[in-house]
């Protein structure tokens, strides 16, 4: 399978704990974006790496999230001392280089729940 | 995504057309875009417009941009029970315009349609 793909797909989590996640790109797409869905919403921007610069980030994105792309290809979120209002699903997307029409593949999610 | 607008439902029979209407904002917007999602999967992109574009036909799925409007349309001919889903629209609006690298993408909430047999 040479789609986006995310790791875990679901995480459970007691308020207060740490929390990270994966995502691995399309091979070869030098963009990778993450968004946060919650229920009856449409994905919100949250992050955007070209290759492992991260250039953009959303003011949705407090202190306690951070994102890297070390090597400009997998990726990791990780979330400090989760809250209940961060359930929610976190999607990945990659899209190939500057200059195309910037279709955006998104990966199948994680479905973070904060008890 | 409070900016970019779709209605919320939708129900038809199968075998019917299904027309799916979005209202964006940005008028400089490069392009657009339209996702499926299905229960608890991810998106799927189905389609997207450039545009300099009217239309824009992929075998079931055609795609119409009024752009004087702000409007895009999404039309599923034959509509089956498999495309019932969650279908969303979006936008990459101009890069700048609102402090923002080309590449961001602005969503609606998602129109559910639902088919029926």
């Known amino acids: 399978d040479t789609g986006v793909s995310q790791n875990p797909r679901h995480k459970i989590t007691k308020r207060g704990q740490n929390v990270t996640f994966r995502c691995d790109p399309i091979s070869e797409h030098n963009r990778l974006y993450w968004y946060r869905q919650t229920l009856g919403q449409g994905p919100e921007f949250l992050t955007y790496?070209?290759?492992?610069?991260?250039?953009?980030k959303s003011r949705l994105l407090s202190d306690r999230f951070s994102a890297e792309r070390p090597k400009g290809s997998f990726s990791t979120l990780e979330i400090q001392r989760t809250e209940q209002g961060d359930s929610a699903m976190y999607l990945c997307a990659s899209s190939p280089r500057a200059g195309s029409s910037n279709e955006q593949f998104f990966g199948p999610g994680t479905r973070l729940t904060v008890l | 995504g409070e900016d970019v607008e779709q209605s919320l439902f939708l129900s038809v029979r199968e075998g019917d057309s299904s027309v799916i209407n979005c209202t964006y904002t940005d008028s400089s917007s490069t392009y657009l875009y339209w996702y499926k999602q299905e229960p608890g999967a991810g998106l799927q992109l189905l389609t997207y417009?450039?545009?300099?574009?009217d239309m824009k036909q992929d075998q079931r799925l055609t795609v119409l941009l009024n752009k004087k409007d702000k409007h895009l349309s999404l039309r599923i001919a034959d509509t089956q029970t498999g495309d019932s889903a969650i279908y969303f629209c979006?936008?990459?609006?101009?890069?700048?315009?609102?402090?923002?690298?080309?590449?961001?993408?602005?969503f609606g909430r998602g129109t559910q349609l639902t088919v029926w047999p």
């Open positions: 979006a936008e990459i609006p101009y890069p700048n315009d609102r402090g923002s690298t080309l590449g961001r993408l602005y």
């Open positions: 790496f070209q290759n492992e610069a991260q250039l953009e």
């Open positions: 417009i450039f545009s300099n574009m």
